[in-house]
């Protein structure tokens, strides 16, 4: 029986058993729900916080099925926000163009002044963003208590 914990895509880290006897999947439910809500919170625990909405895109589930169990942790986001995660999660260093956009200022150079808007051309920028492994590095700390516990767990229903 493959047991596997894999990161799937930019967003989301994955625990998965496939094909468990009954008896083994009946044990093996609490350790998933056990590990993936502890994996979840080392998760939120290691994500950059700056405006807080990663946090709350980030978000946990278990499924089980007759075949398998699986424990997610991954960032909901879409589009816009799910490249975003994954420039944090994995860093980026590339050009990028910023399209034309308004803005409001409040202050020349240093001086204060009533806000007002202006229009920023189209442009290019480097970015230059670290990688902050906030999936991958929380699962490669849980991951080995993981597998140990699934292993203890099969070999006791096997025993059994």
């Known amino acids: ?15 998965r058993f496939e094909r468990p006897p ?4 009946a044990k093996l439910r609490p350790i998933v729900d ?13 994500e950059p ?12 589930r278990v499924e089980e099925r007759k075949d398998r169990i699986v424990g997610r942790v991954f960032v909901s986001a879409r589009g816009v926000e799910a490249a975003k995660a994954g420039a944090l999660e994995y860093g980026a260093h590339r050009a990028t163009t910023v399209k034309a956009h308004s803005e409001q200022l409040a202050h ?4 204060f002044v009533a806000p007002f808007a202006v229009m920023v051309g189209a442009h290019s920028r480097r970015l230059n963003i670290e990688e902050h492994a906030f999936l991958r590095g929380p699962l490669a700390e849980i991951g ?17």
């Open 49 to 60: 916080v700056r405006t807080g909405k990663l946090r709350g895109e980030t978000a946990s």
């Open 144 to 160: 080995p208590q993981f597998i140990a516990a699934v292993e203890e767990a099969v070999n006791a229903g096997i025993d059994a």
């Open 108 to 111: 020349i150079f240093a001086r």
């Open 34 to 46: 056990d590990f993936t809500a502890r994996l979840h919170a080392a998760v939120v625990g290691a």
């Open 1 to 15: 029986m493959p047991i596997t914990a894999v990161i799937t895509g930019d967003r989301q880290a994955e625990a």
């Open 22 to 25: 009954a008896e083994v999947q």
